[in-house]
């Protein structure tokens, strides 16, 4: 701070007097605020503008002074005396010999300090950058310029940390200038500075040469200075190498020329022996800054890299890869030698780094020029050497999967046959001075990748590959043994494996021919290797007699399918389930038990899918037909699906997606409802709910049982609880609760007639009956708000089950259905959807069932209609629009499906409409009105008259939007309702705006015919009734809002006119000029109130007065205010 001291000590002299602005402006040039430095600045300038001999004296002073602070030690000081000064030099004619002779009196090092001896060479260079940046050394002799960049140089070399700073403001200079000027005005004067072998120059004299040759390679030749045509050339790679790893501290990290010569080697050939031997040389060891210069260099040259992408394996090198993988581990090795900064984490700093040269090497990867090869060779060096199998867990990245989904199918093979070797033992694990078998957690992660792998796109027709690899998992997963050897395989590989196996089958397969091909040649492979008698005992051991036999019939029934040529759908559907469902015979104990049951319904269900065939088959019935003949089969099959879904597995969701899209055309509306028992929360035949409720039934037994052990005293206790456990189910809450308060108030509350005397309880038993008491109610509330474990257990589990039951659904409606099945799936899907509302918890279902929602209004195709009336949607849509039971909270939450389903009825309808005028000639009445109209009306009226209508108005902005004529129909609803006064203002708004919505949809589909008489008929009764409202003096009360929303509908319906080239009887600029008039109004009583706006707005101003005084008097008290708007309200 001494320099600090020194520069405020300088005063003016007695004969400069200077104002005290221009000293209060000084102390702002010190603040840290920017915008009070640029204040200060502005003031001083300002000052020194005025003119007169007194400023030339105080021109003199600020300049000398503020030349004398930019050698201070403080960089607050320093940042706004520079920009003043760079200002003054701009704005005054100031000599450059001036400022020279300023920095030999004021700026010298001249028993200075060692600390101070940088400060002044920054003061120094600083005036030499504010000679360039305000244009001086353009202008000055050649002989100033030579000297100003020879001190500027020698300043810079006076501190280390001094040359990047000034050769990058020497860079900054330079990068203004054009060739001739830089060959004139800088490298004649500091050409000679550079004429020195490579060994001998600084990374910021280097890095200077490097940008400069670049931008004037006509007058900066490198083979005078350096003797070579450019600097990374193959003689200097191990010499710049070197000088850029050698004596890095954290601040030189971020020195320009690492990525200055990154971007310049990732276009030379030379790249590869720049790292391999350069870079990778310098890594033996554990160095923070080393690897941190290394890591963003390598991170730079592969964001650059463009033609030679097939260097990119090598780049992996051995040294850098190894201390890579350290910082992963947590083998903080340098950090333990290095002495840390305050808040420097150094393992976050460098596994950031590495991550961000992770994500370089994927994006590196995903370029067009990049073959399967290099990929490949890239794997092998994360994944094998110097890498570790491992990786993916080790750096918690997914970049191994990224590399692996880009192979070609030779790749794909290539890394099977690599990781066949781990898995079976027979390929070691070899380093430079280790060679070993693979561990067991390895062998895991290659059974893995062989999972990822068989399930790659680029085989997904490769059947024998496929084949191959799930029958190597198969042996260690299932039987335990190496492919063809006896030889022994661990429980955890096992496990292991046996998961991998099950994950090949979550990609879709092609076509079901291939999955029927794999999964018969699977159970043909299982069959030979039961043949083996140690084998066949392993497996006896391992899995009970039950599994086996079952097995057995498994064989039997797809025995005797396989023997149909060709086999139908429903044969290939059977195989499928029951291979994939033979198959989890081997698997985890509760998929066992599912399986067994499963293999057992399939195959009397196909006994008597084969019996009803048969039957057909001699009465000369087509196979479609059996669906009706004889569906209970199918009903059958259903019931086992969803019995499969209840297990969690991805691999039998999958199963059950692909074999119901096959079940398309034999589905009935039974088979549909039994699927939506599922998802309706109400539904008594839910199967999910009756299984749950005897089960969860059981287990709540039995950890009450267990949590109460310790409680209870004796057998007695739980038998008369038990007992009363039925009983209390039927008794209500209040009930439940007065029970329980006589129970704690024992003989005191024996009957309800008598009461207790609070007199006659003393003092100890008083708080004994507080005591019993507070038990009782704490009781009664246990468990209410709570959510257990196990409930939330078991709500994810039924969450989980019903999106994947959803699916079925969703599949089920890409193809066209009939009307009856489509209108029977609103009822469910809605009470699925308010119960998932209830909960937070089923918000992932909730989602789900919107989306099917959505799926389900957008059919606008049906296979059939029969059986469906006007009637029937009347009733449909009558449920949906009617709040009923639900509360006002869950109708609103159900607000959109609600108008989904009723644009979904209405396109119904016009489908019955269609069919029912092809089939039949009218002989109706040619103005009967449709019942379905007449719900949407009586809905509308209720939306503008009730209070209490919760239908929202998108509910009527999409009924209007929708192409049909009952549109035609519900307009002069609105109309009635518009100009009504005893309407509520904001639903006459609404109904505006329902207008405009309405005549903005007409532009779709041009009216014609009936509709055309309709709409005219509309358009002459809002004509009328719009004119009588205005002229006459029934006190319509309408806002300024109303006025403009009138103003836009008519301007609406003239464009609408106007485009579809329809005349219309309504002169729009006489209506338009006519509600002009009321635009500013708050009432029309007749036509003449608007002739004296005068008196109107001099009775506005009164009024707005006296509101303002009342409302000053109650001191922001409004309720007056208040009660003013309700009597207006009233009026309206």
């Known amino acids: 701070m001494g320099e600090e001291m020194e520069v405020d000590a300088v005063k003016p002299t007695k004969d400069v007097k200077v104002t005290s602005t221009v000293l209060d402006a000084f102390d702002m040039l010190k603040a840290s605020d920017k915008d009070a430095k640029l204040n200060g600045g502005a003031k001083i300038i300002s000052r020194l503008q005025q003119g007169g001999e007194e400023n030339e004296k105080e021109l003199r002073y600020v300049l000398k002074r503020l030349v004398r602070s930019l050698g201070a030690n403080v960089p607050d000081i320093r940042t706004g005396y520079f920009a003043t000064l760079v200002t003054l030099l701009k704005k005054f004619q100031i000599t450059v010999a001036q400022l020279l002779g300023l920095i030999k009196q004021e700026l010298h090092a001249n028993g200075s ?59 900054d200079f330079i990068n203004g200038l054009n060739e001739d000027q830089f060959s004139t005005i800088v490298w004649p004067h500091i050409k000679q500075e550079f004429k020195k072998e490579l060994k001998e120059h600084s990374l910021d004299s280097l890095y200077f040469l490097m940008v400069v040759s670049n931008k004037f390679p006509e007058k900066v030749k490198l083979r005078k200075l350096l003797g070579v045509s450019e600097i990374l050339c193959e003689d200097n790679i191990h010499a710049i190498c070197e000088k850029l790893m050698t004596g890095i501290d954290f601040n030189s990290l971020s020195h320009p020329i690492f990525k200055e010569i990154s971007i310049r080697i990732a276009q030379s050939p030379h790249l590869v022996l720049f790292w391999t031997s350069g870079i990778d040389s310098q890594l033996v060891k554990h160095n923070r800054n080393r690897e941190l210069a290394a890591v963003n260099m390598l991170t730079t040259i592969l964001n650059n890299l463009k033609d030679n992408v097939e260097v990119i394996p090598e780049l992996i090198s051995k040294n850098f890869f190894k201390l890579f993988m350290d910082w992963f581990k947590g083998l903080q090795t340098a950090s333990k030698i290095r002495n840390k900064r305050e808040n420097e984490d150094d393992q976050k700093i460098m596994i950031k780094k590495e991550k961000e040269l992770l994500n370089a090497l994927n994006k590196a990867l995903k370029s067009e020029k990049i073959v399967s090869k290099v990929r490949v060779e890239v794997l092998k060096k994360l994944l094998f050497d110097p890498g570790e199998l491992n990786f993916t867990e080790i750096t918690g990245t997914s970049i191994v999967k990224s590399i692996i989904a880009d192979l070609d199918k030779d790749g794909v093979k290539k890394l099977a046959k690599k990781f066949k070797g781990i898995l079976s033992n027979t390929d070691k694990f070899v380093r430079v001075d280790v060679e070993r078998n693979w561990f067991n957690n390895e062998r895991m992660r290659a059974a893995e990748l062989i999972s990822y792998l ?232 839910n199967p999910l709910t009756e299984d749950s409720e005897s089960e969860d039934g059981v287990d709540d ?31 209500t809450v209040p009930d439940q609760l007065r029970i329980a308060v006589q129970k704690a108030l024992g003989a005191a509350a024996d009957s309800d007639v008598e009461s207790v005397d609070a007199d006659m309880i003393n003092e100890e038993e008083g708080n004994k009956l507080d005591e019993a008491l507070a038990d009782a109610f704490r009781q009664f509330n246990q468990g209410k708000g709570k959510k257990t474990k196990k409930d939330r257990k ?57 989306k099917t929602i959505k ?177 006459s003096d029934s006190g319509f009360e309408a806002k300024k809002n109303f006025f403009n929303i009138l103003k836009k509908l008519i301007n609406i319906m003239k464009m609408f006119h106007e485009s579809c080239h329809i005349p219309s009887n309504i002169n729009f600029k006489t209506v338009l000029d006519l509600v002009g008039t009321f635009k500013g109004t708050a009432k029309c009583r007749s036509i003449g109130q608007t002739q ?41």
């Open 794 to 850: 078991d709500k994810k589990a039924l969450s989980d089950f019903r999106i994947r039951a959803l699916d079925l659904i969703d599949i089920y409606l890409e193809k066209e259905l009939s009307m009856d099945i489509c209108l029977g799936m609103i009822a469910p899907l809605t009470r699925c959807l308010e119960f998932c509302i209830q909960d937070n918890q089923f918000s992932e279902l909730e989602n789900r069932v919107r």
């Open 454 to 685: 068989v399930s790659h796109d680029a085989v997904k027709d490769d059947t024998d590959f496929k084949l191959t690899y799930m029958k190597l998992l198969m042996c260690f997963g299932f039987f335990k043994i190496s492919s063809g050897d006896n030889g022994t395989v661990s429980s955890d590989l096992s496990t292991c494996t046996k998961s991998c196996f099950y994950r090949c089958f979550t990609s879709r397969f092609t076509n079901v021919d291939s999955l029927v091909e794999v999964l018969s040649s699977l159970a043909d492979f299982i069959n030979g290797i039961l043949q083996k008698e140690q084998v066949r005992t392993k497996l006896e051991k391992q899995f009970p007699k039950e599994n086996m036999e079952c097995w057995e019939l498994l064989t039997e029934v797809t025995g005797k399918i396989q023997q149909n040529e060709p086999k139908s759908k429903i044969d290939k559907v059977f195989l499928v389930l029951l291979y994939q469902l033979g198959l989890f015979l081997f698997s985890e104990p509760d998929h066992v038990k599912m399986a067994r049951s499963s293999v057992k319904e399939l195959k009397s269900c196909y006994d008597h899918y084969r019996k009803g065939q048969k039957k057909n088959a001699k009465k000369n019935i087509k196979e479609g037909s059996l669906a009706e003949e004889d569906p209970e089969w199918i009903e059958v099959l259903i019931e086992v699906l969803l019995s499969i879904l209840s297990t969690e597995s991805s691999v039998l969701r999958s199963v059950v997606q692909c074999v119901f899209r096959l079940l398309w055309e034999y589905i009935t509306p039974t088979s549909v409802g039994q699927i939506l028992s599922v998802l309706d929360p109400d539904s008594e035949n």
């Open 113 to 171: 300090s060692k600390s101070e001896v940088g400060d002044v060479a920054l003061g120094q260079i600083l005036v030499c950058c504010a000679i360039f940046r305000s244009g001086h050394m353009l202008s000055c002799t050649e002989e100033e310029q030579k000297e100003i960049l020879q001190l500027f140089l020698k300043a810079s070399a006076k501190k280390s940390y001094l040359g990047t700073a000034a050769y990058l403001l020497l860079l």
């Open 1092 to 1132: 004296e706006p005068k008196q109107n707005q001099q009775s506005k101003k009164q009024n707005t007065k006296k509101k303002k005084r009342k409302l000053e008097e109650m001191n922001g008290h409004v309720e007056p205010a208040g009660k003013k708007v309700k009597k207006s309200s009233e009026s309206e």
């Open 701 to 731: 037994k039995s950890e009450s049982e267990e949590e109460n052990d310790e409680d209870e005293k004796g057998n007695d206790d739980e038998e008369e609880e038990s007992d009363s456990d039925e009983e209390d189910d039927k008794v």
């Open 855 to 1031: 799926t389900l209004t957008k059919i606008r195709k049906f296979s059939s209609t029969d059986g469906i009336t006007i009637d029937i949607l009347c009733d449909n849509l009558k449920s949906i629009i009617d709040k009923g039971s639900r509360s006002h909270f869950m109708f609103q939450a159900v607000g959109d499906i609600v108008t989904q389903f009723a644009t979904f009825i209405i396109h119904c309808s016009l489908k019955i409409d269609g069919n029912a005028n092809a089939k039949k000639s009218p002989k109706k009445p040619k103005h009967s009105t449709s019942p379905l109209i007449t719900i949407f009306s009586e809905a509308l009226q209720s939306y503008f008259q009730n209070r209490n209508c919760l239908l929202p108005i998108i509910f009527f902005h999409s009924v209007l939007q929708t192409e049909w004529n009952g549109n035609y129909e519900l307009v002069p609803v609105i109309v009635d309702n518009v100009f009504n006064n005893n309407v509520r203002q904001f639903r006459r708004n609404e109904g505006l705006e329902l207008m405009t919505g309405f005549y903005r949809s007409l532009k779709r589909s041009k009216p014609s015919g009936q509709a055309l008489n309709k709409l005219n008929d509309s358009e002459a009764d809002f004509h009328n009734k719009l004119i009588s409202t205005l002229k």
